[in-house]
């Protein structure tokens, strides 16, 4: 009897024995974990592997972890957000596929103001144009870079450009001083007290007959001098869009004579005139007295 109960043990024993063996054998000891990172962003590190992991060129990654692997896995790049934004894996005991992440570009703002309307922000994607306050905002990607010229015509800008390197923020306030370009319209009309209608302030010739006056880039307009007893050649003179200085803008003075004409008539002898002189105006009229 104890002769049975020894042998049937140890087939038991040996039974055992073979299953664990053979479910040793059958059991992997490591399973892959893999998917993609879209649309086909590649050099996104896979961070929580057991291994350094990175997407290929076209945004595949493959990783192999071991049996009853568990942990958390972020994909990480800079400029990036992705979602889900980790996953976490518990326990692994078979092979995962199709572990599928997407990518969204990170976007930044560059935003400011000019203080002049229709200001184009050369450099910034699209060239945006500043609006009726004066200011502009555009998005960029994250890390852009480039350099930034305010451009319009007739003015210039302090700074006159701003250069950006691998921006990884929002970049508000930036702003520029915008300063019209002016210029001179001078010249000399001979007398002074002349009024320069259609001049900026309507200027006055001073005593030697001289004028000056600043207009802004652009300005148009006709300037006719004027003072009451004279004529000028020419009569006027016409500005279209000023850009460049304008001198010797010179005008001639000629007074204007009146010719006066009438009767000389005999005043009687008994006429006499205070004071003795030998004539008298009477209502336009010469009177000489007789002799």
């Not at 184009?120 to 905002?137: D, F, I, K, Q, R």
């Not at 006159?160 to 300063?179: G, H, L, S, W």
């Not at 010739?205 to 020419?234: A, C, H, I, L, M």
Request: proline letters at 7%; hydrophobic letters at 35%; charged letters at 15%.
């Amino acid at each position: 009897m104890k002769s049975f109960n020894c042998i049937a043990f140890l087939c038991i024993a040996a039974i055992l024995i073979t299953t664990s063996l053979t479910f040793a054998q059958d059991t992997p000891e490591t399973f892959t974990i893999s998917g993609m990172v879209g649309p086909g962003l590649g050099g996104v590190e896979m961070r929580g592997f057991p291994n350094n992991i990175y997407t290929d060129e076209n945004g595949y990654y493959i990783a192999e972890v071991p049996h009853s692997w568990a942990g958390k896995v972020t994909p990480a790049k800079a400029g990036y957000i992705f979602k889900p934004a980790s996953m976490t894996y518990t326990a692994v005991d078979s092979d995962r596929d199709n572990e599928i992440y997407k990518a969204e570009r990170i976007t930044l703002t560059i935003a400011g103001s000019v203080g002049l309307v229709g200001v184009t922000m050369h450099g910034l994607p699209g060239n945006p144009v500043t609006g009726l306050n004066g200011s502009y905002s555009v998005t960029v990607p994250f890390g852009w870079a480039g350099q930034v010229t305010p451009q319009k015509e007739g003015s210039t800008f302090i700074p006159p450009t701003q250069i950006y390197t691998a921006v990884d923020r929002d970049m508000v306030n930036q702003n520029y001083k915008a300063e019209i370009l002016s210029y001179t319209i001078s010249g000399t009309v001979g007398i002074g007290g002349v009024v320069m209608q259609g001049l900026p302030g309507e200027p006055i010739t001073d005593q030697n007959g001289r004028y000056s006056v600043t207009v802004q880039y652009g300005w148009s307009g006709k300037v006719e001098p004027r003072k009451e007893g004279y004529t000028f050649e020419p009569d006027g003179k016409i500005y279209s869009r000023v850009h460049y200085n304008q001198d010797n803008q010179n005008y001639a003075a000629k007074l204007i004579l009146l010719e006066i004409s009438g009767d000389i008539a005999r005043a009687p002898k008994s006429l006499s005139v205070p004071g003795g002189p030998s004539r008298l105006l009477l209502a336009g009229v010469v009177v000489c007295p007789q002799r």
